[in-house]
T-cell receptor, first 113, second 113 residues
Framework: DTAVSQTPKYLVTQMGNDKSIKCEQN?????MYWYKQDSKKFLKIMFS???????INETVPNRFSPKSPDKAHLNLHINSLELGDSAVYFC????????????FGPGTRLTVT | DQQVKQNSPSLSVQEGRISILNCDYT??????FLWYKKYPAEGPTFLIS?????DKNEDGRFTVFLNKSAKHLSLHIVPSQPGDSAVYFC????????????FGKGTKLTVNP
């Protein structure tokens, strides 16, 4: 039973394309996140949703748009992909807002050529 | 602007010995700290945490020490086992209720049999 799952695991695409990454958690958690791990290995938060409401929106280009259709899902859509978007994207969830322990998905390695 | 620093990119220890992983932070507003462990091709998994009101937290073979005056924390693993070989991330939160975790770059631990 995968707690936090992401699809796809790998994504190779060309510059200028639009792509989506899906995330689902079956833990019954209220809060979900998207992180980006760049080439320097830093994990940086991009977005956070609590009960489908956007709470954290870090300085991320507006080409990135998260969507939360329900509490269990948080998808990430990226428009007009650029070379610099190549990274590993991790979805995570936590039990409730204010709970620091976060459960991560396996990551999606995005390569933009 | 690295607020959480893990200055050792790698550490190698013998099985049965102690592993000590270090983390320094610069933001005096951080009041909750976590360690995550990450295996290749998986997402980070929560390991142990400590609040700034404590200076030590122990969970089995894992102990985290916090020195607030030095803005330093460390993770001790005793005894180290080959299965502990992974990348360890230190993370911190400023307790503002934002649930925003700031991560270090990670330290790759290798435990040799």
């Amino acid at each position: 039973d995968t707690a936090v799952s992401q699809t796809p695991k790998y994504l190779v695409t060309q510059m200028g394309n639009d792509k989506s990454i899906k995330c689902e958690q079956n833990l019954g958690h209220d809060t979900m996140y998207w992180y980006k791990q760049d080439s320097k290995k830093f994990l940086k938060i991009m977005f956070s949703y609590n009960n489908k409401e956007l709470i954290i929106n870090e300085t991320v280009p507006n080409r990135f748009s998260p969507k939360s259709p329900d509490k269990a899902h948080l998808n990430l859509h990226i428009n007009s992909l650029e070379l610099g978007d190549s990274a590993v994207y991790f979805c995570a969830s936590s039990q409730r807002w204010g709970s620091y322990e976060q459960y991560f998905g396996p990551g999606t390695r995005l390569t933009v050529t | 602007d690295q607020q959480v620093k893990q200055n050792s990119p790698s550490l190698s220890v013998q099985e049965g010995r102690i592993s000590i992983l270090n983390c320094d932070y610069t933001n005096s507003m951080f009041d909750y700290f976590l360690w995550y462990k990450k295996y290749p091709a998986e997402g980070p998994t929560f390991l142990i945490s400590i609040s700034s009101i404590k200076d030590k937290n122990e969970d089995g073979r894992f102990t985290v020490f916090l020195n607030k005056s030095a803005k330093h924390l460390s993770l001790h693993i005793v005894p180290s086992q080959p299965g502990d070989s992974a990348v360890y991330f230190c993370a911190a939160s400023d307790g503002s209720g934002s649930e925003k975790l700031v991560f270090g770059k990670g330290t790759k631990l290798t435990v040799n049999p």
